[in-house]
């Protein structure tokens, strides 16, 4: 298998090329050349496999720069019941009304992310181990993609995780999951700024090119391919569990922000899992419901960049979203690169062609959107209904799935968190606070490891240096 770029760069890379990297050097996402095709043999033989045998199945159609027995013993060292809680991993529990949950959300930072960083911390070992080489992750969190970040390279080999965060400004319950982590190579940096001071320093960090290449600096966003094919194992997972034969199709909704998540439901889709829709839903950030009703993509601008209470999905724009343009274009790269590279650099927007636009629904995709009153009226009513609690992000999804529902279809929304993180909007919601779960219960009151910062890129730069021994001399 071999990848190629989003704008038009054909030159074949391996998988474990891109593994490390970010964007292709054209400025485009890599995608493999051609997604492999499941058969109905093939389909059959899989649903009976557990978890971590099914990953390395769909893992293995993707990746053959790795030994089998290598990246066998990284995904079944990865999927266990004692990290994500259960033997299914991913079990679906019923909403009624031909709806379901997908649990992702029983990792260790309690959110779908810990599904595909848990795998990128045993991959980045592996594959550093390989090459004799290390890395140092920089990055800027508001909240969740840092502290999956840290429990998926917390003790790793040869990775160093250098996590800038706004001073104060994170959740209690966020800030405590971090700082508690006492493991030498993760380094909390607490930074008087808010988040985008902490964003526009790695940008200048990153920037330095000869300082990058010296200290061996890389990233570990959602644009990793990595990630983004770990997530493609779920959607198959979730299939099997909602159906007994191969001939039956499903719907899946998802909670969107980058577009990650749901592009991997593409993903399994092109592969020929029998997905009938798969439905985008957004919060009052609603870049993609107003793409998938329209044809046209705008970016926001930081004032129309809404603050909310499924703060995950507080986009401007989606970063994986490319991905699917390229498919939905015929994997067109120039046109790609006419779209993302100009019309977006430009004007902060692109509007398909109205032939284009139609293409959109041979993909399967629809969308809808929720608001803060939906997300609390939807909490309130799963739990009355249904006994079940659920979190602000996931209650985005169930609202908009229960607007593209169709009978004899099951529906299977994606749970992208645990309520536990988000206890204010579900006390407004049901009057009570969330349970935690019992392994985090002294979350709150552990020994804190972090380190105060000033909003300034020469004194982080100064910090990594002197924490960065294998880079002197070099
Ligand atoms: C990251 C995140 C999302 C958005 O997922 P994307 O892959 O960015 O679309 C939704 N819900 C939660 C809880 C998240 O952490």
């Not at 929304?413 to 935690?436: D, H, M, N, R, W």
Request: proline share 5%.
């Amino acid at each position: 298998m071999k990848y190629i770029s989003t704008r038009g760069d054909q030159t074949p890379r391996v998988f474990s090329e891109i593994l490390l990297e970010g964007l292709a050097p054209d400025g485009g996402l890599y995608l493999p050349e051609a997604y492999p095709q499941v058969s109905a043999a093939t389909l059959a033989r899989w649903r009976g496999l557990s978890y971590a045998e099914l990953a390395f199945e769909i893992l293995s159609l993707y990746i053959d720069d790795i030994p089998p027995l290598d990246l066998k013993r990284l995904v079944d060292r990865t999927y266990t019941e004692e990290v994500f809680g259960t033997k299914a991993i991913v079990p679906l529990r019923p909403l009624g009304e031909g709806l379901s949950l997908e649990a992702l959300s029983n990792g260790p930072t309690l959110a779908f992310k810990d599904m595909a960083m848990q795998l990128l911390g045993n991959l980045f070992e592996y594959e550093l181990g390989r090459r004799g080489e290390t890395l140092n992750i920089l990055g800027a969190t508001s909240g969740d993609t840092g502290s999956a970040a840290e429990y998926a390279m917390r003790g790793k080999a040869g990775v160093r995780v250098f996590m800038l965060s706004p001073k104060g400004r994170m959740s209690p319950f966020q800030q405590a999951q971090m700082f508690s982590l006492q493991d030498e190579n993760i380094h909390n940096l607490a930074v008087d700024g808010v988040f985008d001071d902490c964003q526009d320093i790695v940008k200048a960090v990153s920037n330095d090119l000869a300082f990058k290449r010296q200290y061996r600096i890389g990233t570990v966003n959602s644009i990793n391919w990595a990630r983004l094919l770990a997530q493609v194992v779920y959607y198959f997972a979730g299939y099997f569990q909602a159906t007994k034969t191969n001939d039956e199709v499903v719907s899946f909704t998802v909670p969107s922000g980058n577009f990650g998540n749901v592009c991997a439901g593409h993903v399994a889709r092109q592969m020929g899992l029998p997905i009938a829709k798969l439905v985008v839903a957004t919060n009052e950030n609603d870049v993609l419901d107003e793409f998938f009703r329209t044809g046209s993509y705008r970016v926001r601008g930081s004032a129309e960049t809404y603050e909310t209470s499924s703060p995950s999905m507080d986009i401007s724009k989606a970063s994986n979203f490319e991905r699917f343009v390229f498919d939905l274009l015929g994997r067109d790269g120039a046109r790609t690169q006419e779209l993302f590279g100009r019309a977006i650099a430009r004007d902060g927007l692109f509007a398909l062609s109205a032939d284009e636009t139609a293409r959109i629904a041979a993909f399967g995709f629809e969308s809808g959107r929720s608001t803060h009153a939906d997300r609390i009226t939807t909490i309130r009513d799963t739990w009355h209904t249904c006994g079940e609690l659920i979190d602000t992000h996931t209650a985005d999804g169930v609202k908009v799935a229960s607007e593209h529902r169709v009978p004899g279809v099951p529906m299977i929304v994606l749970e992208t968190a645990l309520p536990a993180k988000f206890a204010a909007s579900i006390e407004e919601a049901v009057g009570f606070a969330p349970p935690v779960p019992a392994a985090l219960a002294d979350l709150e009151t552990r020994p804190r490891r972090s380190v105060d910062m000033p909003a300034d890129a020469a004194t982080i730069k100064a910090y990594l240096a002197s924490h960065v021994p294998e880079a002197h001399g070099a």
